[in-house]
Structure formats: C-alpha cells, structure tokens
C-alpha cells in the first residue's frame, strides 16, 4: 500500500518489532532516480521474491529509435560543502564484480502499432522473435548476464515513422469521478513540423559552456580498451562547439570541481583572437579540479549581467550525481527567464534528475551520452537549437462534445525544438454522447518571429481498458514533477496537493512510500536479527541501481533473494561508474588530446569561416603543398578562398558520417566562400574534386 512516508516507516519499524516479515520501499530524495528497498524478517532458509512495476516514457533518438534503458549503476553522491542532507549511497557495501550475490535476466515483449524493424543493444541479445505476422510483437531476451559496468540499454526501430497520436484510458473503477483516478486520462503525442532554419542565419547569442572537471571525468567514455577519457571526449566536443559559433556572438568556458575556473571574467566577443585563444586553454584543460560542485559557478553565471539583444544559452556537461539537487535546480529555475539550458549527462550514471532537472527549469533540452555515444552530435545537435529562434506563444487548445472538458496535468509543452515530441497528459471529465462515436482533437498553437503556427490531432473519445492504468501513473508522475519542485517554498496546500496525488495514484514521491505486509504467517519470526546490505560492484564497475537492506533470523543457511527491478512509476532511475570524485586537487603533467582526422581539419579553421592555404591544411588534407598550391584553378583565386572550397569538399567527401558534427561550421565556411569566390567558385569546386578524388556537387555551394 502507499502510505505517507512517515507512516510507512512507522508501520514497517512496528512489523519488524513484532516478528512480522514486511518491506519498505521509498525513493531517496527529491530527484526521484534513487529508490531503496528494505526487506525485513526473513527466516531462515526461506526465500522471498520482490516484484516492482514501472511505467516510463521512452525518449526517442534522432534516428527515430525509442531507447529503453534499465540502470545498472549507481554512484555514490558528491557531498557539496556544508550539504547536510542525507546520502543513501554512501553507506552500501562495494565488492569484486564476480562476487555479486545476484545476476540479471531480462525478457522483453515489444509492442506496437508502427511495426518493429528490429533491435539493438549494448549487451548481447537473442535473436528477435516476431509474435504477430504483421511485426507489430516481438519478444527479445539478454543472451548472456550483463557485465555490471554499464546501464542495460535497448534501442528499438520501427517499420513506420513515428507519427502524433493520442491514447485514451478508462479511469480506475470505484475511484471518485472528477478525481484524476476516477476520470479517464489521455496521453497525446505531437510531432510539431517546425521549419528548417538556415545555418549561420543569426550572430546573436551568448554562449556559455560549463565543464564538469571533477577527477572522474579521467574514467573512460565507456568499457571498450583504448576508449577515449570523459575530459577528452568533453575537450573535442569544446573544439568543434568553438568552431561552429556565429562571428559577432558572445561566448565564455567554465570548469567545475570542488572549486571552479572560468577562461574570462565576462564574456567576450567571438573574434579569431578570442578563439585562438580560447583553443589554446582547452587542449591544456585537465580533469584536477577535485569534487563535483556545481552550485558556486551557476551563481556566478547568473550574477554576470546578460548582453542586450543576445539571448544567453548555457551548455552544462557532467558526469556526476550531487546531493544537492534540488538546490541546483532551484537555481536555475530562478533565472529561467533570462536564460535557456542545455545538459547532457556523460557516462554510466550521470544523474538524470539533475541533467533532466535544469534543462527542464530553463526551456532546453537534456541528452546523455553512454556507451559507444559520441558526445559530439549530440552536444552541437543542441547548439543547433539553441542558434534557432525561440518558439514562443505555445498554447492548447481542446475541441471536445457537449458535456466534456480537458484538464491539463502538468504544465505542458513550454519549449518545443525541431525533431522532438511534445508529450501532454490530461484529464478528461464527462462522458462522450453518443459514446460509440465520439471525437475529440487538440490543436497546438506556436509562433516563430512574425509566423503563427497550428497543428491538430483529432481521436476517438472510445477509452482502453487496463488494469495497471499506465496512462494515469505517467500522468500522474508529470503532475509530481512540477508539484514537488514547488513543496519547500510553496504552502501546505501545494504539499497537501502533492499527497493527495501520490497517494491516490499509487505514485511515490519525496513524502510517500510502499509498505507491504506478510499477513499469511501466523507465528512471528523468532530470534535476534541480522542485518545484510545487498552489495554493489565495486571499483570500476556498474552496481545494481538499488540499494537493498535485508534483516533476517541468525542463521548459517544461505539466504536467497529474487528481485525484479520496477515500481509503477514513470520514473528514471540513475546509474553511473563507481569511481569517486576526490576532493584532491594535484596538478599533473598535461596530457596533448590525439587529433581525428576531423578535428586535425576542424581545428585550423578561422573564426569567419575560412581556412588558409598553408603546410597545416595540406597534411589534414592528405595532399602534398606543392600539389594544393599548383592545382589552383586561377591566380584570380584568393588562397583563402581555394583552401575554404578544399576543405568543404573533404568534409563532404571524407567526414560524411560525422555531418552532425561539422554542418554548423560548413555552413559558416561556404557562407565566406560564397561572399568571396564570385564567378570562380565552380571551377574551384572542379578542381578540388580532381585533386581530392571526389564528386562533390555543385548543390554544396548552392550553384
């Protein structure tokens, strides 16, 4: 049962107490990705199997893949100075990977209407087993346990597109009507067709990135030998985001640890000199600065005045978990008007309550880069969104028969950006006449600059019935989200508020809890008590995402515990590597970042765009000197000019499948180019494809 978390505690203390075996489950905070279990009174020789059930939403990849992910690592929380608050993950045992007192199995059933095409992941599979002869069901299983050293991530891609779509759920028989269980609830998915804008198109912006630079961003970017550092990984990414930047913006890089370090006191104008120089400081960017505490540089941040006409984007990279959260996000919150944040969570276990958090508190996007991910698409991905202009006056509206109405749950889509879906939960009260026949629609209202957009989905006002209501619970979840954020500064009637909806849905939250009860046993448990902790894989590996207590009769038999990981909650459950961040700040030697051949082109090109004809540009790109310069289709053409067109035709011919990673900066170079080449510019695209061995088209350079 959910009962307040007092309560619930107060209930399992007294079962323990009279011999009754009984556990309590309760989430960790007010992030709600840590949850604890405790199971206790269990007699000797006896088994008992725990089974929680979950309900999430699936983010999609820019691929279109819907990511399931079950974490399988937990990090202990940096403990900010003078932070008070209690830590769960502190105090639970660590041991060698191959003595774990458990495994994992995983079986999946896969469901949809748009047709599965087929299934990856980052650990072993069976072969995908179709159930329906329309591929609409399959069944996936792990092949193998797990190493625990990474999160279990499935990446599931469909026959068709994914398209808007709306889900009605009859409401829980026997709850109250007008109540959010009593009433039915629906789940609508929208897919706004934003426009495409053009690359460069604006010089307007400051752009500030903060850099997590605690001493576990030295951990590899995933398991594989010979894999990249956290910080290198994180310096590239700074390499290619610099380059990418609009002449004419403002810009600023911060480092993070137990204290923090910013490259200038204010931002500067984006010029080649402040590039130059900006580049310089980031390849001797280390991971030295200690423990992860990330509150003292956002002040800072937030007390630098913004710039007039230059709308502030702030880029926050991390790989830590902090006990601080809700203080971090709280902070960001504050100054949600005068700023949008980006995240990104990097590494197995980076907290998802707090890279989702601060995004979420300032109208910007959250991404987590794991396993083989590259950081890189993904963080100028968001650049990309942040050079866009904002989508402002988003609104619903709802078109429902006679007797009928809409009650937002949440506070719906308040930032909307290109290739991404708007999720919205609402509750519907009254009934449809006639029933049978039903329709309802919403249509979602948008301006971009000076245009009005709109955007409706009609669909059947006929309910599914179910019995575990997920449609409610994630509703119900993302009326949490925004009612716990408002609990310790709000009244009691937002914290009464927030009750009523936990315990109503079946939903726990910081002041609510699971208990449950042995009322089978007739004789009390007897004997002194001893408590085990489950343990977790200890250094460099990934440990279970629960913490798990168990207090059991004194006995020499071994205990036996079967768990299976879910609460029904839509939830996110962190996970990250074990490495620790120590608050030892030592100076080592300076370690040179080894160039790809992308970033070796990349890093020569000037802050306008261009690059210049010189022994540098020729090595990256695989030609003599001699031949770069004597294959110049006219002495008309500037060199900077002839060298800018050489290297646009190498990226489009030898990067193509990095083109996520480069596009912004292309466009600012044949943008220089265009301006430049005059009528040349095709014989130059000529003869770059014959030195080059290429066949770049003349589309490239809009010919």
């Given at each position: 049962?959910?009962?307040?978390?007092?309560?619930?505690q107060?209930l399992?203390?007294?079962?323990?107490?009279?011999g009754?075996?009984s556990f309590?489950l309760?989430?960790?905070?007010?992030?709600?990705?840590v949850?604890?279990?405790?199971?206790?009174?269990?007699?000797?020789g006896?088994?008992?199997a725990?089974?929680?059930?979950?309900?999430c939403?699936?983010?999609?990849?820019?691929?279109g893949?819907?990511?399931?992910?079950?974490?399988?690592?937990?990090?202990p929380?940096?403990?900010?100075h003078g932070?008070?608050?209690?830590?769960?993950?502190?105090?639970?045992?660590?041991?060698?990977?191959?003595e774990?007192?458990?495994t994992?199995?995983?079986?999946?059933?896969l469901q949809?209407?748009h047709?599965?095409?087929?299934?990856?992941s980052?650990?072993s599979?069976?072969?995908?087993s179709?159930?329906?002869?329309?591929?609409?069901?399959?069944?996936?299983?792990?092949a193998?346990?797990?190493?625990?050293d990474?999160?279990?991530?499935l990446?599931v891609?469909?026959?068709?597109?994914h398209?808007?779509?709306?889900?009605?759920?009859v409401?829980?028989?026997?709850?109250e009507?007008g109540s959010?269980?009593?009433?039915?609830?629906?789940m609508?998915?929208?897919?706004?067709?934003?426009?495409?804008?053009?690359?460069?198109?604006?010089?307007?912006?400051?752009?500030?990135?903060?850099?997590?630079?605690?001493?576990?961003?030295?951990?590899?970017m995933?398991?594989?030998?010979r894999s990249?550092q956290?910080?290198?990984?994180?310096?590239?990414?700074?390499?290619l985001?610099?380059k990418?930047?609009p002449?004419?913006?403002y810009?600023?890089?911060?480092?993070?640890?137990?204290?923090?370090?910013?490259?200038?006191?204010?931002s500067?104008?984006?010029?080649?000199?402040?590039?130059?120089?900006?580049?310089?400081?980031?390849?001797?960017?280390?991971?030295?600065?200690?423990?992860t505490?990330i509150?003292?540089?956002?002040?800072?941040?937030y007390?630098?005045?913004?710039?007039d006409?230059?709308p502030?984007?702030?880029?926050v990279?991390?790989?830590?978990?902090?006990?601080n959260?809700q203080?971090v996000?709280?902070?960001?919150?504050?100054?949600?008007?005068?700023?949008?944040?980006?995240?990104?969570?990097?590494?197995?276990?980076?907290?998802t309550?707090?890279v989702?958090?601060?995004?979420?508190?300032?109208?910007?996007?959250?991404?987590?880069?794991?396993?083989?991910?590259?950081m890189?698409?993904?963080?100028l991905?968001?650049l990309?969104?942040?050079?866009?202009?904002?989508?402002?006056?988003?609104?619903?509206?709802?078109d429902?028969?006679?007797?009928?109405e809409?009650a937002?749950?949440g506070?719906g889509?308040?930032v909307i950006?290109?290739?991404?879906?708007?999720l919205?939960?609402a509750?519907?009260?009254?009934?449809?006449?006639?029933?049978?026949t039903?329709?309802?629609?919403?249509?979602?209202?948008?301006?971009?600059?000076?245009q009005t957009y709109?955007?409706?989905?009609?669909?059947?006002?006929?309910?599914?019935?179910?019995?575990?209501?997920?449609v409610?619970?994630l509703?119900?979840?993302?009326?949490?989200?925004?009612?716990?954020?408002?609990?310790?500064?709000?009244?009691?009637?937002?914290?009464?508020r927030?009750?009523e909806?936990?315990l109503?849905?079946g939903?726990?939250?910081?002041?609510?809890?699971?208990?449950?009860?042995?009322?089978?046993?007739?004789?009390p448990?007897?004997g002194p008590?001893?408590?085990r902790?489950?343990?977790?894989?200890?250094f460099r590996?990934?440990?279970?995402?629960?913490?798990?207590?168990?207090?059991?009769?004194?006995s020499?038999?071994?205990?036996?515990?079967?768990?299976?990981?879910?609460?029904?909650?839509?939830?996110?459950?962190?996970?990250?590597?074990?490495?620790?961040?120590?608050?030892?700040?030592?100076?080592?030697?300076?370690q040179?970042?080894?160039?790809?051949?992308?970033?070796r082109?990349?890093?020569?090109?000037?802050?306008d765009?261009?690059?210049?004809?010189?022994?540098r540009?020729a090595?990256?790109?695989g030609?003599?000197?001699?031949?770069?310069r004597g294959?110049?289709?006219?002495?008309?053409?500037a060199?900077?000019?002839?060298?800018t067109v050489?290297?646009v035709?190498?990226?489009?011919?030898r990067?193509a499948?990095?083109?996520d990673?480069?596009?912004?900066?292309?466009?600012?170079?044949?943008?220089?180019?265009?301006?430049r080449a005059?009528?040349?510019?095709?014989?130059?695209?000529e003869?770059?494809?014959i030195?080059?061995?290429?066949?770049?088209?003349?589309?490239?350079f809009?010919l």
């Open positions: 049962m959910t009962l307040s978390l007092r309560q619930a107060e399992y203390g007294d079962a323990l107490a009279g009754q075996s309590l309760q989430q960790e905070g007010a992030g709600g990705d949850f604890s279990c405790s199971l206790g009174n269990l007699p000797p006896e088994e008992a725990l089974t929680l059930r979950y309900v939403e699936l983010p999609l990849e820019p691929d893949a819907a990511r399931y992910m079950l974490p399988a690592v937990l990090r929380r940096y403990t900010p932070w008070d608050g209690e830590d769960v993950t502190q105090g639970v045992p660590r041991v060698p990977q191959g774990l007192p458990y994992l199995n995983l079986s999946v059933t949809s209407p047709g599965i095409d087929h299934v990856l980052n650990c599979l069976t072969p995908l179709y159930t329906a002869g329309n591929r609409t069901t399959a069944q996936v299983s792990l193998e346990a797990p190493p625990w990474r999160d279990v991530e990446l891609y469909y026959t068709e597109p398209k808007p779509s709306a889900v009605l759920e409401g829980l028989p026997g709850a009507p959010l269980m009593g009433d039915s609830a629906v609508v998915t929208l897919l706004p067709s934003l426009p495409e804008a053009v690359p460069g198109q604006s010089a307007a912006g400051e752009f500030i990135f903060l850099l997590d630079r605690s001493g576990s961003m030295e951990c590899p995933d398991s594989r030998d990249p956290r910080i290198d990984s994180a310096k590239e990414t700074l390499v985001l610099l990418s930047l002449l004419g913006c810009f600023n890089i911060y480092g993070f640890g137990s204290r923090f370090e910013s490259f200038y006191p204010q500067v104008g984006y010029t080649q000199q402040t590039m130059a120089e900006s580049l310089q400081r980031v390849q001797k960017l280390q991971a030295n600065l200690g423990g505490e509150l003292a540089p956002l002040r800072a941040i007390r630098s005045p913004c710039r006409g230059h502030r984007q702030l880029f990279f991390t790989d830590g978990d902090v006990g959260t203080n996000i709280a902070e960001v919150q504050r100054h949600q008007g005068a700023h949008r944040c980006f995240s990104f969570g990097i590494g197995e276990g980076a907290s309550a707090l989702k958090g601060i995004a979420r508190a300032a109208g910007g996007s959250a991404e987590f880069i794991t396993g083989q991910d590259r890189q698409p993904k963080a991905q968001s990309k969104r942040a050079l866009q202009p904002a989508v402002t006056g988003i609104s619903l509206s709802w429902l028969p006679p007797g009928m809409a937002l749950l506070r889509p308040e950006f290109p290739g991404q879906r708007c919205v939960y509750q519907l009260r009254g009934q449809p006449q006639p029933p049978d039903a329709v309802g629609s919403v249509t979602l209202q948008y301006r971009i600059q000076d709109k955007e409706t989905l009609q669909f059947p006002l006929q309910p599914q019935d179910g019995d575990r209501l997920p409610h619970r509703a119900a979840k993302s009326l949490l989200l925004e009612l716990e954020g408002a609990v310790d500064t709000g009244s009691e009637r937002d914290r009464r927030v009750l909806t936990s109503s849905s939903v726990i939250c910081s002041l609510t809890a699971y208990v449950g009860m042995d009322m089978e046993r007739g004789q448990v007897q008590l001893v408590r902790d489950i343990p977790l894989a200890g590996t990934a440990p279970h995402m629960y913490s798990m207590q168990c207090l059991m009769a004194n020499s038999a071994p205990m036996a515990m079967y768990c299976s990981s879910s609460v029904p909650m839509a939830l996110d459950l962190v996970a990250c590597s074990a490495a620790c961040d120590f608050d030892d700040s030592l100076d080592e030697p300076e040179a970042l080894e160039e790809s051949p992308l970033l082109l990349v890093s020569l090109q000037n802050a765009g261009s690059w210049d004809l010189d022994p540009l090595a990256a790109l030609v003599s000197e001699a031949d770069a294959r110049m289709p006219s002495k008309d053409v060199p900077g000019v002839w060298a050489l290297a035709v190498w990226l489009h011919s990067a499948g990095q083109r990673e480069w596009e912004l900066l292309e466009a600012k170079a044949v943008g220089w180019v265009r301006g005059g009528p040349r510019l095709s014989e130059c695209l003869a770059a494809n030195l080059l061995g290429c066949s770049v088209g003349p589309a490239v809009a």
